[in-house]
């Protein structure tokens, strides 16, 4: 038995939740690795303590045990993830807990990682360690959300981020939507950005808002996410500013068989990658979930339009939702929502988010939250027909926009 059925006391609690707080110190800094912190105690005091800051630099256990006061000969290490036990960038650090003597490892959760998961545990225990798994395990498996679901449901993390106004708005009739929301919580987005491995927007979005899909807080001199373009079409123009400022290999851009060969190779040719999908224009977002992770990426940030978060909630994939509340109100019967070709027919059948956190940026209001995959068996079955409207298989249908779920153009 991997876990154990140990009662863990107040202080072994205590002991974790710092050993967490250090970890989420490097957010946005380790991927494709997890974020670890370790805490080292003996005789009921602190001896070590350390994070693991970036990837290919020392795993927090090695940052714990270097950084320790005292011999560490007979102390517990509290970690939030499993040692590793195999050599990649760092040796294993099963080996050096072994060596150093430590008497007992207490571990919030199992690394999810094939090349570990249970391995790090047995080695420790084979070589007399006493290992105690599960404390606060809730709480690590969120501090490493992106980490585990790349590695358990074998794709990216998705988050569907958007902006409204009090009526529901993501933009007015004519597509004008600079801006809806404060600086405050602008600013908010960029440290989103900050902590995730990519952005991906719709090309309607590029058209008509010419994004950079940057992190520019003040100050920041960290990772840049890659941004993730989707269009079905490749109407995308090369003269944008998510191309022209772009570092070779920085941009993806998702588009189907129908593209023209032209047009992929100019892109290419600038330093772009371009995924085709065999698809006519109706991209399959389990496909494109799967070529993303087969390129590292771990995590990411969906800002639209309508019609990609729409897609996005059609393929079921949507993990958190991240939904900023202005002020506003701006009417107009054509005006955009969040979602588009995408929804239910009855409200018994409307999606709940979980484990919500609400944040105040001044008059904007941040809701967010997480869908649980048992909320998916609440929709109904839906596809699309040839022309590409989406029809539920219990007889119901929703009218759906027929301009590919890459295209959320602004009308």
Known sequence: MLKS???????????????????AQARGQTSPNPLVGAVIVKDGRVIGEGWHRAAGEPHAEIEALNAAKEDVTGATMYVTLEPCCHYGKTPP????????????????TLDPNPLVHGKGVEALRKAGIRVDVGLCEREARRLNEFFITYHEKKRPFVICKWAMTLDGKIATESGHSRWITNELSR?????????????????GTVLMDNPLLTV???????????????????????????????????????????????????????????????????????????ELAQRGLQSIL????????????????????????????????????????????????????????IRRFAEDVCVEGYLAPSEWGKVPQAQRDESGVLRFVRGQELAGENTGHGTTKKQ
């Open 93 to 108: 650090c099963t080996e050096e807990l072994i060596r150093r003597k430590i008497e007992r490892v207490v571990v919030a």
């Open 302 to 357: 969906c800002e639209g339009g309508a019609s990609l978060t729409g897609a996005l909630f059609e393929a079921q994939i949507v993990d958190k939702v991240i939904a900023f509340i202005a002020p506003k109100i701006v009417g107009g019967k054509n005006a955009k929502t969040p979602i588009s070709s995408w929804g239910v027919v009855h409200m018994d059948s409307a999606l709940s988010l979980h484990d919500i956190t």
């Open 216 to 290: 520019r807080l003040e100050g920041y001199a960290g990772r840049q996410p890659r941004r993730i373009i989707v269009d079905g079409n490749l109407r995308i123009p090369s003269r944008v500013k998510c191309l022209t400022t772009a570092k070779p290999g920085e941009v993806l851009i998702c588009t189907s068989s129908v593209a023209p060969r032209d047009k992929i190779k100019q892109l290419s040719d600038e330093g772009h990658e371009v995924i085709v999908f065999q698809s006519k224009a109706l991209l399959n977002f389990h496909e494109v979930m799967k």
């Open 187 to 203: 600013a908010y987005v960029h440290e989103l950005r900050a902590q995730v491995d990519a952005v991906m927007i719709g090309v």
């Open 5 to 23: 059925e140990t009662a863990f006391s107040n202080a072994d609690a205590a002991y974790m939740r710092r050993a967490l707080d250090l970890a």
